[in-house]
Every structure is written in C-alpha cells, then in structure tokens.
C-alpha cells in the first residue's frame, strides 16, 4: 500500500530559465511559466529532451524542478527509499516518540498481499502490541516501550513528506519501474502523471 498526496511542483521558470545559460538562448524560448502552472513550448521542450537524454551532466536542470508531497507507506518500502539520500529531503512521523500516541490497528499495516493464516497472525501481532502499549501508558515502563519497537512489523504504514527533484525521480523511475513491489510501479506510475515528466524523463534516454 502506498499513498500519494499534497504533491506540488515547482521550480520550472528557473530551470528553463538556466537550461538556456550555456546557449545564450533566452530568446529562443516559448514557454508560458507563472503561478497556475506550466506550459512548455515547443523550443523549450525540445532542448529539454535532448539535454535530458545526454546524461546528467547535461540535464542539470531537471535538479531544479522540485517536487514536495506526502507519502503514507509501509516500513519495508521506506528502507529501499532510503537508498535515494542525494537530491531528497524527508521529514517523517516519529514511531521513537509517538508509537504509543494510539492504538494499532489492522489499517495502520500493509497486509493485502497477505493469506487467511498470515491475516491472522497479524491480529495477533497487533493484539500483543497493545497489550504492552497499554502497559507502558501505564507504568512508563521502557521495557515496555522495547517490546513495541522491537516486535513492530515491517508492514507498518509511516508518513513523511519529502522532497524530490525531477533528476531523482527519473532515476528512480528507470530503475523502479518494473519492481516486484507493488509499491514501486505505483510510485512510478505516480511519477508519469507530473507536468511533462513523460516527455522529459521517461521516454528519453
């Protein structure tokens, strides 16, 4: 399960602004850029794609255009995010602080791949969390706290907003796209929905 939202793109008139520097072809340019959104002529777009398909030394640009969202998934998904560090920013809820803030519930994981016994066991698993959750508001016991981190499954679902540029993306595209994890396509499918990622980052190279 992955959740996608509060997404907002922005960046696009310094980007196509500095894509042109090396050229000294400002003029050249025919995109319509302003608060409400962007709108990519075709002179723009084309240099866009031919310095995107030329590598990263030359695609600079897609740097600057910077995406911000909120992404709700599970544990086991974030650990193979986590290998994006370069170009991307992650403020994420606080499981060390606040994973006894409420009860846990079958919705707060990631269990739809999973089979009648497997369901079961999940239950649980959330039932022992409770119970030690219910001992540690009680006692402030870190025993009990110890119990709750150690024993939470990799299935649980945490929010972070993030920060992405469109380079990131694009190589988290190329290299996710056909993934194992549902996850993963759906992020990527995600990604083809932002203004002119198609164009720019996924059908080039």
Request: hydrophobic share 35%; proline share 2%; charged share 25%.
């Amino acid at each position: 399960m992955i959740q996608i939202s509060k997404e907002h793109v922005h960046g696009w008139e310094a980007a196509t602004r500095g894509l042109r520097n090396p050229f000294n072809s400002w003029a050249k340019s025919d995109s319509s850029l302003n608060d409400d959104g962007v709108s990519l002529g075709e002179n723009d777009l084309t240099l866009m794609k031919r310095l995107s398909s030329a590598g990263t030394d030359h695609s600079k640009f897609l740097r600057m255009i910077t995406v911000t969202m909120d992404i709700n998934a599970p544990l086991y998904w974030w650990k193979e995010f986590d290998t994006y560090k370069v170009g991307t920013v992650a403020n994420s809820t606080s499981t060390m602080h606040k994973i006894h803030e409420k009860e846990f519930e079958m919705s707060d994981f990631s269990h739809e791949h999973l089979i009648d016994e497997a369901v079961w066991a999940l239950y649980d698993i959330t039932f022992v969390l409770n119970r030690y959750r219910d001992k540690y508001i009680e006692t402030g016991e870190k025993d009990m706290w110890w119990q709750m981190i150690q024993l939470l499954p990799s299935s649980y679902n945490q929010l972070r907003t993030v920060q992405v540029n469109y380079q990131v993306l694009q190589h988290i595209y190329r290299s996710r796209k056909n993934h194992k994890l549902d996850e993963w396509r759906e992020f990527c499918d995600w990604c083809l929905t932002l203004p002119y990622f198609k164009e720019i980052c996924a059908e080039v190279g």
